[in-house]
């Protein structure tokens, strides 16, 4: 089945496109060990993403590119889906971090600044951001 049959719906599509995304770039270094695998398991349960299209999306021949967006919001676009996903269960562990990280580097921040965009995130996702950024937040949007 080719991969594109599996790209149906706009959300389940954006969800699959992550997991291929998260996929390469466990895979970037060689294979994918254990505790990649594992957590892509656990990304492909909160992305709704099928044995199948699991299969279809971890096969060696297929190599799926990186899209990185041109635009600036587009990138932080995709960061903050890719953090909706990671706390859909409320909790961010080690290796989704570590994840997260390689995702942001890959859309084309440089790793200081992907650490501090996800520090921020985290914060701002656990609902621990410092009362000055929250009230720049809600001013903004008033």
Do not use: Q, W
């Given at each position: 089945?080719?991969?594109?049959?599996?790209?149906?719906?706009?959300?389940?599509?954006?969800?699959?496109?992550?997991?291929?995304?998260?996929?390469?770039?466990?895979?970037?270094?060689?294979?994918?060990?254990?505790?990649?695998?594992?957590?892509?398991?656990?990304?492909?349960?909160?992305?709704?993403?099928?044995?199948?299209?699991?299969?279809?999306?971890?096969?060696?021949?297929?190599?799926?590119?990186?899209?990185?967006?041109?635009?600036?919001?587009?990138?932080?676009?995709?960061?903050?889906?890719?953090f909706q996903i990671i706390f859909s269960d409320h909790d961010i562990d080690e290796g989704e971090r570590k994840m997260v990280e390689r995702y942001a580097i890959g859309l084309g921040f440089s790793p200081k600044k992907a650490t501090e965009i996800i520090d921020k995130s985290i914060k701002i996702f656990t609902g621990k951001i410092p009362f000055e950024d929250y009230f720049e937040l809600v001013k903004r949007e008033s």
């Open positions: 089945m080719p991969i594109l049959d599996l790209y149906e719906h706009g959300d389940h599509r954006k969800n699959l496109a992550h997991f291929a995304t998260l996929a390469s770039l466990a895979a970037i270094d060689g294979e994918i060990n254990p505790k990649e695998k594992a957590i892509l398991e656990k990304f492909a349960f909160k992305l709704n993403i099928t044995e199948e299209e699991i299969k279809e999306v971890m096969k060696k021949d297929n190599k799926y590119p990186i899209e990185t967006p041109h635009s600036g919001e587009k990138r932080y676009k995709r960061l903050f889906e890719f």
